[in-house]
């Protein structure tokens, strides 16, 4: 057998690998989502819970969700990183971060996968009484 042919056989075996691992997961592959819970009303000197609740499917270190971000009044106040071998525990996730009010709040959060990107940016009000 020539090299030439044992070149093509082999990279014939690790492209049909690559495939096979790759593949399933692609199936079922999407972008990174969030939904914002926090109170729509709060009094100014309040500290308020907000919750991001995230989703993405097939979180594993070839494909996760890559970055979490939320900007309050336009200006980003948390962020959270993944990475290979940090990532998201499930598909489904949230996290917590609290802010204290001094009037009222536009919140927007945004979660991209490293691979497919953000589903879009997710918007809530707060408003003082």
């Excluded at 096979?20 to 009094?43: F, N, Y």
């Excluded at 494909?63 to 980003?76: F, L, M, Q, R």
């Excluded at 948390?78 to 998201?88: D, L, N």
């Amino acid at each position: 057998m020539t090299f030439k042919i044992q070149k093509r056989i082999f990279f014939f075996a690790v492209s049909t690998f690559m495939v096979l691992l790759w593949v399933p997961g692609q199936a079922h592959a999407d972008k990174s989502s969030v939904r914002i819970e926090a109170p729509t009303q709060a009094p100014i000197g309040a500290t308020i819970p907000i919750t991001l609740h995230v989703s993405h499917s097939g979180n594993n270190f070839v494909h996760h969700t890559d970055w979490v971000v939320v900007k309050i009044n336009g200006e980003e106040a948390k962020r959270w990183e993944f990475g290979m071998f940090s990532t998201p525990d499930n598909e489904n996730f949230t996290l917590t971060m609290t802010h204290a009010m001094t009037g009222p709040i536009e919140i927007e959060a945004e979660a991209s996968c490293n691979i497919h990107g953000s589903a879009g940016i997710a918007k809530h009000s707060v408003t003082v009484p």
